[in-house]
Structures are given as structure tokens and as C-alpha cells.
T-cell receptor, first 115, second 110 residues
């Protein structure tokens, strides 16, 4: 079946602009995660959604970052007033949401470049 | 805070030259240790999950093992198509998030 999809694949923006990144999880997966991968760094957790529960936002680096998940499926990560240090690959992952230590399946990522 | 350290950072192998990648972790209450493969410009691709010390899993030329402090990914007789960055991640405590190491970049030369 279809895997996790993300759009756009690449995004170039100017400092100070807002950007929206989209994630479509695997059908039937109730858990959705956002991570950030910066050059030379490991993947960094941003936010986690599970069903109708309140999201775990503990990894968001500043209040310029927000995310929502509509209808328990598609998620949008929004970065307001982008800064150059926001340049990174933003990865979305999903899992079944049934229990512990589930496999998280990743999308191809959105490569964000802030000029 | 969960810590994951991978070594070596980069590794060049001749085709057929077996080697091992190390992932050391410090966590409270390990729930699972994950290995992923990442090719340039792509998202991580799942390889293995290990849950408890002593567990081993194999897939083609790859074998993953787990102790209470570290995991090894053994690559036996590698081929050029095994060239990739291998990522180790842990899930621990009450968190569902994964904590990743920085990866092992492997290049297999024909």
C-alpha cells in the first residue's frame, strides 16, 4: 500500500516568511510524528499526535512552530517568521498507534531552505 | 535524557569486507531499539526492532544484536548497494518519540 507522503518535496523561502509543510500518514495509522534533521545532526523529535489525545508538543523548538492534525489523518506543520536556522529536512512518520515500541514509518521529507 | 551514540561516524569498506557498526545508548526503561537505513535525499527505511538484551535479528547481509548497553549492526560481505547511512534510535520510558543517534555513514567500494 501507499506509504507516508509529504509535500512539498522542497521549499525555498525568504527569512521572515511563513511556511506550511504537509504530511499524509499511512491509511489506518493513528499515531503521527514530526522530526527535523539538520545537517550533521541526528533526527530531532518535534511533535507527536495520537488519535484524539492532546499532542505531545515538547519537542517544538520555539513558539514559531505549530502543528495540527485534521480528522485524525493529514497533518500540517507551520513555521512562522522563518529563520535561517530553520533550514533542515522535516520528516513525518506514522505508526499503528496500538502499543509500545511500534515501528514508525517515515515519509521522504520536505527539504526547507530559508534564505 | 535519552542518549544515543553511534560509531564510527563514517566507514569505507571494500566489497566483501565484513564489519560492525556500534550504537551505545543510555536510557531509562528501554522499550525498543530501532535500526533504519537512510539513502541520500530519502527518508529513513525501517530495518529492525530489538526489544530485550540477547535478541538478534537478520535480514540478508545485515544482523542486529542487542545488549543492555549497546547494539551492533553487523554487515557481512557487503555489496555497493549496502552503501547508506544507518541510523539507530531508542524508545524509552513513557515516551513514544524516538531518540536518534547521528548515524553511521557506510560506503562500500566495488
Amino acid at each position: 500500500g501507499a506509504g507516508v507522503s509529504q509535500s512539498p518535496s522542497n521549499k525555498v523561502t525568504e527569512k521572515g516568511k511563513d511556511v506550511e509543510l504537509r504530511c499524509d500518514p499511512i491509511s489506518g495509522h493513528t499515531a503521527l510524528y514530526w522530526y527535523r534533521q539538520s545537517l550533521g545532526q541526528g533526527l530531532e523529535f518535534l511533535i507527536y499526535f495520537q488519535g484524539n489525545s492532546a499532542p505531545d508538543k515538547s519537542g517544538l523548538p520555539s513558539d514559531r512552530f505549530s502543528a495540527e492534525r485534521t480528522g485524525g489523518s493529514v497533518s500540517t506543520l507551520t513555521i512562522q517568521r522563518t529563520q535561517q536556522e530553520d533550514s533542515a529536512v522535516y520528516l513525518c512518520a506514522s505508526s499503528l498507534g496500538l502499543g509500545e515500541a511500534e515501528t514508525q514509518y517515515f515519509g521522504p521529507g520536505t527539504r526547507l531552505l530559508v534564505l | 535524557e535519552d542518549q544515543v551514540t553511534q560509531s564510527p561516524e563514517a566507514l569505507r569498506l571494500q566489497e566483501g569486507e565484513s564489519s560492525s557498526l556500534n550504537c551505545s545508548y543510555t536510557v531509562s526503561g528501554l522499550r525498543g531499539l530501532f535500526w533504519y537505513r537512510q539513502d541520500p535525499g530519502k527518508g529513513p527505511e525501517f530495518l529492525f526492532t530489538l526489544y530485550s538484551a540477547g535478541e538478534e535479528k537478520e535480514k540478508e547481509r545485515l544482523k542486529a544484536t542487542l545488549t543492555k548497553k549497546e547494539s551492533f549492526l553487523h554487515i557481512t560481505a557487503p555489496k555497493p548497494e549496502d552503501s547508506a547511512t544507518y541510523l539507530c534510535a531508542v524508545q524509552a520510558g513513557g515516551n513514544n518519540r524516538l531518540a536518534f543517534g547521528k548515524g553511521n555513514q557506510v560506503v562500500v567500494i566495488p
